[in-house]
């Protein structure tokens, strides 16, 4: 049983689809998050048959809308009424079932490419907030625009029985061969005491590392200036991160920007110093190494 409130959306613009869910409940996101690139999201939830995840994936795989997935999988289910289910596919059409026997106050509230849902909330306004707040978000990209959901779903009252755990799943449009690719956001917040903000905060720092990795892919192909600019940007966004700030000064070292590369390393040693260790490490193995030059001014007192 997880008893819980969701959303599940497609973004019009890039043609993402997500779902992201809240519960007192713990690793919620082990049994009610599905999506695959290209084909859809799925949320299944309430008395909870994980198969309505990967058999719905399949059967919008093979061309099916999420309506025409959604009522075949009903059909089968002698216990649908006490299921809750939400689906959107890769051309937006969304399609949500909540059974007449799920725990109250259970609802759920849908629109162009998205759907809200709870069961055993605490207020029957949860999932109409959810929808408010993924409306008014338009614009925005479409992971942020899911958490934000549901943390007005928490404003609104939440689960019933409190909070737990949080996840999150986002996928692109593109259709790629196995189940694991297009995942584009997969975080989970197994057990937690204010489990929305952290995932709103390991949102932040994925933007921050996939800036990172943005830049280190243009420095390894030589597009240096167009590398540092990625690299400015995560540290803006998780300033806080020392080994982040580390492995941008490292990278500066090969750069014009050498001398402020050196800087930020000894600013990261006078913080922690078994980053002095791992830059020798770097210098017996690593090309191309670090100048005699270079080494002086890094690890001079």
């Not at 029957?124 to 959901?149: T, Y």
Request: aromatic fraction near 6%.
């Amino acid at each position: 049983m997880t008893l819980t409130y969701s959303i599940v959306a497609r973004d019009p613009n890039t043609g993402e689809m997500g779902v992201a869910v809240q519960s007192h409940f713990f690793s919620v996101g082990s049994l009610v998050t599905w999506a695959k690139s290209g084909v859809g999201a799925v949320a299944t939830q309430a008395m909870v048959d994980v198969r309505y995840g990967p058999l719905g994936l399949q059967l919008m795989s093979s061309g099916k809308g999420a309506r025409e997935t959604l009522d075949s999988l009903l059909h089968g289910d002698s216990n649908k009424e006490s299921r809750q289910v939400a689906m959107v596919d890769a051309k937006g059409e969304v399609a949500v079932h909540t059974g007449a026997r799920c725990i109250p106050f259970a609802g759920h509230a849908s629109g162009n490419g998205f759907s809200c849902q709870g069961n055993i909330m605490k207020s029957p306004e949860v999932w109409g907030a959810m929808a408010k707040s993924f409306q008014r978000s338009a614009g925005q990209p479409l992971p942020e625009r899911l958490v934000a959901a549901l943390a007005a779903g928490e404003v609104a009252g939440g689960d019933a029985r409190g909070k737990q755990s949080a996840a999150i799943l986002v996928v692109g449009k593109d259709t790629k061969p196995a189940d694991w690719e297009g995942k584009l956001v997969e975080l989970r917040i197994e057990d937690h005491p204010d489990p929305v903000p952290e995932l709103a905060r390991l949102l932040r720092f994925q933007r921050g590392y996939d800036w990172a990795n943005k830049g280190d892919d243009l420095f390894t192909n030589k597009k240096y200036d167009e590398a540092l600019k990625a690299y400015e940007k995560s540290m803006e966004i998780v300033p806080e991160v020392l080994e982040l700030k580390y492995w941008v000064g490292v990278s500066m070292l090969q750069t014009k920007e050498k001398e402020r590369g050196i800087r930020m390393l000894r600013e990261v040693f006078a913080k922690d110093r078994n980053y002095v260790s791992i830059t020798r490490g770097i210098m017996r193995t690593q090309t191309p190494p670090i100048s005699p030059e270079v080494a002086r001014k890094l690890f001079s007192r």
